[in-house]
């Protein structure tokens, strides 16, 4: 193996077990931010180590342990004389002793991680730096894709971070799952945080991938063990609807080659069945519980009209269309307009839904979002102005952080192009 496949290597072993060993170190150590610093450690250890002994034969045991060695050297450099510290070093040697350090021994992590996520969003803490520090931190984010989630600059989300875990770790908070008011008030920022998770599994923003199953199946064990411990949160229902709803297109949504499949030219016989029942049911029991109007209760049903339709003719554009302006009213997110406009374009047609991309063109938060142009250049397409329709379809590419993304803009540009050689 090559100095740089050993790289690849600790760096996908470190990308995939970082939030298990992040939440293992704040369990024993009580102290979220030393638990991140630990694990930025072992990933130097491993960088450090691996290219001249070789990648182990179980990878993310082996940073497990490096990391467990290097909390028990912290906590006995700083020779803690509290009981409660004492009692931490000595469960820290117990788990050294533990033969090969299996990350299985762990306690289940979806339960352990869903605390982290709220120890994360403790009121304290500004409702932005919350998720973005869970985002980062706990959630394995980078910097750059937070910042594409939230559309503003990757320094901005940077000084978040920074200031959170500051507070974080001056503060003391208690590692814990809070229960009644306290969970209800730290409830929509640990919905925001598994929603973003979800979405950057679902639609990467970089990389060669476009999507991140991975980051998907996450977000859905933490949205359906937040639903145990908040079952009468409509809410908590209507992201796990969204979510459940979401994933069912999963096999459908790209080809052998990995190449993107847009949801209109998707094999509805691929999608999943059983999961957009689940779906279905979480819907329902969010509407019984008063959730009509709810955030992600409307992107559900958003979702929803898609998967009851049994071909794409037969989807019910324009009540997709009212969903996202009662979605808009709530919640007034340019991307959400966005949305709302290729909603309104299939079911008024493409000069109406192009009026409204005109109308949001300007706002700051899409200056470099790529679906801008894409959405743009699709209506001028539809609309026969195939010069314009280039023209964005390529801007787009140049916005796009995903490769795939950007091939897909690229070959829509092409295709428009030999469309008008053509005429």
């Known amino acids: 193996m090559t100095a740089a496949d050993t790289h690849a290597a600790v760096l996908a072993t470190w990308r995939i077990e970082q939030p298990r060993l992040i939440t293992s170190l704040s369990r024993m150590l009580r102290d979220v931010p030393l638990a991140e610093e630990l694990t930025q450690d072992a990933l130097v250890a491993a960088l450090e180590d691996w290219p001249s002994s070789g990648v182990p034969e179980r990878p993310g045991a082996w940073l497990m342990a490096t990391a467990k060695r290097r909390a028990l050297d912290q906590l006995r450099r700083r020779k803690m004389l509290a009981r409660k510290h004492q009692a931490l070093a000595l469960d820290v040697e117990r788990e050294q002793a533990m033969p090969d350090f299996d990350a299985s021994l762990d306690d289940d992590i979806g339960d352990e991680m869903l605390r982290l996520i709220f120890t994360a969003c403790h009121p304290l803490l500004s409702r932005e730096a919350r998720a973005a520090l869970a985002l980062r931190m706990i959630c394995g984010l980078t910097t750059g894709e937070i910042a594409r989630a939230y559309l503003v600059p990757e320094a901005t ?32 920022s640990v919905l925001e945080v598994i929603y973003l998770i979800f979405n950057e ?14 980051l998907c199946h996450e977000a859905l ?20 609807a969204l979510m459940e709803l979401n994933a069912s297109r999963a096999a459908a949504r790209i ?21 957009i029942r689940r779906g279905l049911q979480a819907l329902g029991r969010a509407e019984s519980l008063g959730g009509e109007g709810g955030c992600y209760v409307l992107q559900a049903e958003i979702v929803a009209c898609h998967a009851r339709a049994e071909t794409a003719d037969a989807t019910d554009w324009p009540r997709i269309a009212g969903l996202y302006e009662k979605l808009s009213a709530r919640v007034g997110s340019p991307v959400i307009e966005l949305n709302r406009a290729v909603a309104v374009g299939m079911a008024e047609g493409a000069e109406a839904g192009l009026a409204i991309v005109e109308a949001i063109a300007q706002e700051p938060a899409l200056r470099n979002y790529h679906l801008l142009p894409g959405v743009r250049g699709d209506f001028l ?40 050689r053509a005429d």
């Open 221 to 240: 064990r933490l949205g359906r063990a937040l639903v145990g411990l908040a079952p009468g949160e409509p809410e908590a229902h209507g992201l796990l």
């Open 255 to 275: 080809d052998t080659d990995g190449e993107p499949i847009l949801l209109l030219e998707q094999d509805r016989s691929r999608w999943d069945l059983l999961q």
């Open 157 to 188: 989300i940077g000084q978040r971070i920074v200031r959170a875990k500051r507070t974080l770790s001056e503060s003391g908070l208690a590692y814990e799952t809070p229960r009644g008011e306290a969970l209800s008030e730290r409830l929509a």
């Open 381 to 420: 397409q539809k609309l026969g102005r195939r010069d314009e329709a280039r023209t964005a379809f390529e801007a787009a590419a140049a916005l796009a952080g995903n490769s795939r993304d950007r091939d897909l803009m690229l070959r829509r540009a092409r295709e428009v192009a030999e469309t008008r």
């Open 201 to 214: 599994g679902y639609a990467a923003s970089r990389g060669d991938d476009w999507m991140r199953p991975q």
